[in-house]
T-cell receptor, first 115, second 114 residues
Framework: AQSVTQLGSHVSVSEGALVLLRCNYS??????LFWYVQYPNQGLQLLLK????ATLVKGINGFEAEFKKSETSFHLTKPSAHMSDAAEYFC?????????????WGLGTSLAVNP | GAVVSQHPSRVICKSGTSVKIECRSL??????MFWYRQFPKQSLMLMAT?????????EQGVEKDKFLINHASLTLSTLTVTSAHPEDSSFYIC??????????FGSGTRLTVV
């Protein structure tokens, strides 16, 4: 069975500092991995996804994530935090094959950016 | 990019009434749509998966007679909360998937049952 663990339900950084949001997964088949961002009372927006191509994935808004199979990790980073990055971030995994391929979600990490 | 339109964004209804939420894929055909429920400060809980033209597959613990899902076309899925009660108040989000673009989410519906 697949699962996702996001370490740290709350992360606080200063504006301009490095953002690191951790995600570890378990999967018995090659996974697809996703990071989504959610602003209050809104749906989810895809930041980036890994689908078995390059292990370093660049996404929108300056975010990137690196797939490390040996560590079963897909941590999200951004070199310099901006106030507008404050939001809820979700990591998700899905199977790379199969008809329905539903997403399995982490519990989310709330990112606060301090001035 | 892919866009999923979800309506209404907010709805308040009386206990015992039914509410319909629509989810449309605007510029692509969604082979599969997913309906989620999200409680405050929590992750998404998958309620059901629907494929166009077939019955939805509900997750364990989700009442299929209470949460009616219809996926009549490749661009439209609806979730009807029947005989709503205050405990059904929540944030409902739909997601559409196609073979190329991946998963695209609607903007969510805040349901309040009074």
């Amino acid at each position: 069975a697949q699962s996702v663990t996001q370490l740290g339900s709350h992360v606080s950084v200063s504006e301009g500092a490095l953002v690191l949001l951790r995600c570890n997964y378990s999967s018995s088949v090659p996974p697809y991995l996703f990071w989504y961002v959610q602003y209050p009372n809104q749906g989810l927006q895809l930041l980036l996804k890994y689908t078995s191509a390059a292990t370093l994935v660049k996404g929108i808004n300056g975010f990137e994530a690196e797939f490390k199979k040996s560590e079963t990790s897909f941590h999200l980073t951004k070199p310099s935090a901006h106030m507008s990055d404050a939001a809820e971030y979700f990591c998700a995994v899905s199977e790379s094959a199969g008809n329905n391929r539903k997403l399995i979600w982490g519990l989310g990490t709330s990112l606060a950016v301090n001035p | 990019g892919a866009v999923v339109s979800q309506h209404p964004s907010r709805v308040i209804c009386k206990s015992g009434t039914s509410v319909k939420i629509e989810c449309r894929s605007l510029d692509f055909q969604a082979t599969t749509m997913f309906w989620y429920r999200q409680f405050p400060k929590q992750s998404l809980m998958l309620m059901a998966t629907s494929n166009e033209g077939s019955k939805a597959t509900y997750e364990q613990g989700v009442e299929k007679d209470k949460f009616l899902i219809n996926h009549a076309s490749l661009t439209l899925s609806t979730l009807t909360v029947t005989s709503a009660h205050p405990e059904d108040s929540s944030f409902y989000i739909c997601s559409a998937r196609d073979w190329v673009l991946g998963y695209t989410f609607g903007s969510g519906t805040r349901l309040t049952v009074v």
